[in-house]
Nanobody
Framework: QVQLVESGGGLVQAGDSLTLSCAASGRTSRWLAWFRQAPGKEREFVAAISWNGGSTYYLDSVKGRFTISRDNAKNTMSLQMSSLNPEDTAVYYC?????????????????WGQGTQVTVSS
């Protein structure tokens, strides 16, 4: 059984930086990802990372601003976010899966955290 717990969300101002963390208990998933969901919108892919960090994928609108990383020895994953803007406001979820077919499809991920709120004020 894999459990994922996010932390690090909060209220920040536009232009600020924030780092989210995801702690995994049990087996560490081969693929880990961040998704987000804003009120009234569908859950949206943000970033994904492979087991050894050799492959990373990002939503176009966060490229150059967000960085995904993982530490398998500590069973953790992080999302460093910079130059935040109000459009980044959402609940951010970490997700994991062993075998990946599409990195940006929430339906393929098996494990999910409870989410952490990120609010960016203008």
């Amino acid at each position: 059984q894999v459990q994922l717990v996010e932390s690090g969300g909060g209220l920040v101002q536009a232009g600020d930086s924030l780092t989210l963390s995801c702690a995994a208990s049990g087996r560490t998933s081969r693929w880990l990802a961040w998704f987000r969901q804003a009120p009234g919108k569908e859950r949206e892919f943000v970033a994904a990372i492979s087991w050894n960090g050799g492959s990373t994928y990002y939503l176009d609108s966060v490229k150059g601003r967000f960085t995904i990383s993982r530490d398998n020895a500590k069973n953790t994953m992080s999302l460093q976010m910079s130059s935040l803007n109000p459009e980044d406001t959402a609940v951010y979820y970490c997700a994991g899966v062993e075998v990946l077919s599409r990195y940006d499809d929430a339906k393929v991920y098996r494990y999910w955290g409870q989410g952490t709120q990120v609010t960016v004020s203008s």
